[in-house]
């Protein structure tokens, strides 16, 4: 599956450099938001922050070897590991997920121990503790069920997977949610992005030994911020795939974009279509008390996912080609809805 996927992509490199795309790399600002500022995405020797501040993490010196002689080489790449956001209301059990691939051909990393660590932000006395560890089965992930006797508390926690190996690893946020709580969903693709095929063209210009950086709409961050402002939280749905994930958190940090929580595809959903991806998704949090106020996308496989998780026409709001139709609210631009939004 991963492979046909990676397949699809290099073939997409190869068009672009036959048809002359330029890559350029975009500069950002480091600029603070107004909040502490918290580290979400790491590769080695590199760090990039997200919102909410964890303490200095005191990691365990690396074991600088593997389990698996095969494994060796790997540490001559650079990690893509994922952790995947979750959500879950305060009745049920909690899970945590994390894969763990190196270099551009995302090789899968097998048979290592993952240490796992969190920190709540709730908490009243936050720290860094550690879990418990797990090895990583032959696709590279782990699959840890917490304890009930450890079960995280209303809010978001952070959790670290950290690899024993070499001292790489993947943070996940988990927020723990009440019977209610409203949250206003955001696409990336096309949505956040100038189009659809930005993510296909950092993707490849990786592949293809190039730098670029997805280009987001002009004043995409600062609509997300009203609703943080306004109390609100935050869903990234995306329907990348759940390999594209450390790019994409990566993108949302650099683009300085509100906290969040970012899914993406998992395995099974791959080859579904959008729509039901989406529509599935939204109806599974929506079972667990996420109340949507609102929801943003740019496609027609937005819109109808919206309108299945129940949505209203009024709370449905769309950018580019598609905006308008199906009685939803158009958007121009962004700068021009933010003013529509802070006149109401």
Known sequence: MKKKLLFLFILSCLVLANTSVSFAF?????????????????SRNQTHYYNLKPGNFPPPKPTETFNNWWNYPLVNH?????????????????RVEGKFHYGKSRKDLEGEWISIYVWSFSSENPQW?????RKTDYDGRIYFNIPEDKR??????????????????AD??????????????????????LNDIEFVKEF????????????AYPGAQDV???????????????????????LSRKWLIEKEF???????????????????????????????????????????????????????SSQIFIIGENSGIANTVPISTYLEHLETLNQN
């Open 78 to 94: 650079t990690p893509h590991h994922n952790g995947y956001d979750k959500i879950f209301s305060q009745y049920e059990s909690q």
């Open 152 to 169: 995280l508390p209303l809010g978001i926690s952070i959790v670290r997977m950290y690899v024993e190996g070499d001292g790489t690893f």
């Open 26 to 42: 975009q500069s950002t600002s480091t600029a603070s938001t107004k909040e502490a500022l918290s580290k979400s995405y790491s």
């Open 258 to 312: 509100p906290f969040g929580i970012l899914h993406t595809k998992y395995n099974e959903d791959t080859f579904e279509e959008n729509d039901v991806y989406k529509t599935n998704y939204l109806n599974k949090i929506i079972n667990k008390g996420v109340h949507i106020e609102r929801a943003y996308g740019n496609a027609t496989t937005d819109i109808d996912a919206y309108y299945s998780a129940g949505l209203y």
């Open 224 to 246: 997300v911020k009203y609703y943080v402002d306004r109390g609100y939280n935050i869903i990234y749905l995306t329907a990348r795939p759940y390999w594209g994930s450390d």
């Open 129 to 133: 503790i550690k879990y418990g560890r």
């Open 172 to 193: 996940s946020y988990i927020q723990i949610i009440r019977d209610r709580e409203d949250f206003v969903v955001f696409d990336i693709d096309g949505t956040l992005t």
């Open 204 to 215: 490849t210009s990786e592949l293809c030994d190039e730098l670029y950086q997805s280009k």
